[in-house]
């Protein structure tokens, strides 16, 4: 027998009663929260959007939300409105062709904690969600990471350009991702899985002393330890340079006087996303964007491949 069916009375479970097993991570309450609502946030959409094709994916888009915020709903009377809330806000993100943003935490509280473990603590995603993500092929399992848990949320069109293809190749990516993720967690929330938390953790620690190895004229070295003798720079599918190359523009900057301070980090088997807030010299504020992401695919645990997502401002 199920937690789910163990803890649930027998019938039609309530709202409350499904959200106290949501709370403790249980992916089929959560499924069933939405399933149960899934109507009224389909209208909510239907209403903000009319009968457009993307209809359909504002929905998914705040199911797989709902799934990573379930625990910010406090009240069960308030589950509902909450779930038409968060497809309200998708559409109207959607309209506004801009990207859904996941906000950056307090850099100046991050940077004076000096330990990128508080700041991934505060952000953390449950164990058998990551669990169903690493069951995806790689190419999907980018593509949703990009799109539903980077720490900060390219468009589709960037997405594309990020990994070189079509923007309708990203939206049958992702409408392909969803029905496996939602396949895949009711397959795995019962089962064993990694601790998602000490893998984010872990990477943030990496991210963290690659950032002082740069500071300290140890960049070169380090990332040949954790970078493949092959590794090297993607716009796009197109190669633009090596480990060397990598090497020289992280010198460049810094000898521009641009740091980079570590803000947030997502990773699975095989890719691993950091969000770094960029710093410009007093003389030259605009020399750089305020915030890059680095994209990097994974090969035997070292980086193989790096793309830059350069965020703008809010």
């Known amino acids: 027998m199920s937690p789910l069916s163990a803890t649930v009375p027998a019938g ?12 403790d991570g249980e992916a089929a309450a959560v499924g069933a929260l939405i399933a149960r609502h899934r109507a009224g946030m389909h209208a909510v959409a239907l209403s903000v ?8 994916d504002a929905v998914q888009d705040a199911s797989l939300i709902a799934l990573r915020h379930i625990t910010e709903v406090r009240h069960p009377e308030s589950v509902g409105a909450w779930l038409r809330m968060v497809v309200r806000n998708v ?16 850099l100046a509280v991050a940077v004076a904690e000096t330990d990128p473990e508080e700041v991934i603590d505060r952000h953390s995603t449950r164990d058998w969600i990551w669990q169903a993500i690493d069951s995806l092929s790689p190419m999907l399992r980018m593509t949703v990471m990009l799109r539903h ?13 990020l990994c070189g293809v079509p923007v309708g190749t990203v939206r049958s990516r992702l409408a392909e991702a ?3 993720l939602a ?50 720079y993607y716009v796009g599918r197109r190669r633009m340079g090596d480990r ?25 088997r095989d890719t691993t996303i950091w969000e770094m807030e960029l710093v410009n010299p007093p003389d030259k504020p605009d020399h750089c964007p305020p915030a890059v992401a680095w994209l990097m695919s994974m090969k035997d645990g070292r980086m193989h491949q790096l793309r830059l997502f350069h965020a703008q401002g809010d």
């Open 12 to 23: 039609d479970p309530t709202d409350a009663q499904l959200l106290r097993i949501a709370w």
């Open 49 to 56: 959007l009319g009968n457009r094709p993307d209809t359909e």
């Open 91 to 106: 559409c109207r993100s959607q309209l506004r062709s801009a990207p859904l943003t996941t906000p950056l935490p307090d």
């Open 149 to 161: 848990f980077s720490p900060r949320t390219p468009s589709y069109e960037q997405i594309a350009a």
């Open 178 to 180: 969803r029905r496996k």
């Open 183 to 232: 396949e895949a967690m009711a397959a795995t929330a019962e089962s064993a899985h990694a601790d998602a938390r000490a893998l984010s953790s872990a990477t943030a620690r990496d991210a963290a002393e690659m950032l002082a190895a740069a500071e300290q004229g140890r960049f070169a070295e380090l990332a040949a330890e954790r970078w493949t003798p092959d590794a090297g």
């Open 244 to 268: 060397d190359f990598l090497v020289r523009g992280m010198d460049r900057d810094l000898e521009a006087g641009v740091r980079q301070h570590f803000a947030g980090a997502v990773t699975s």
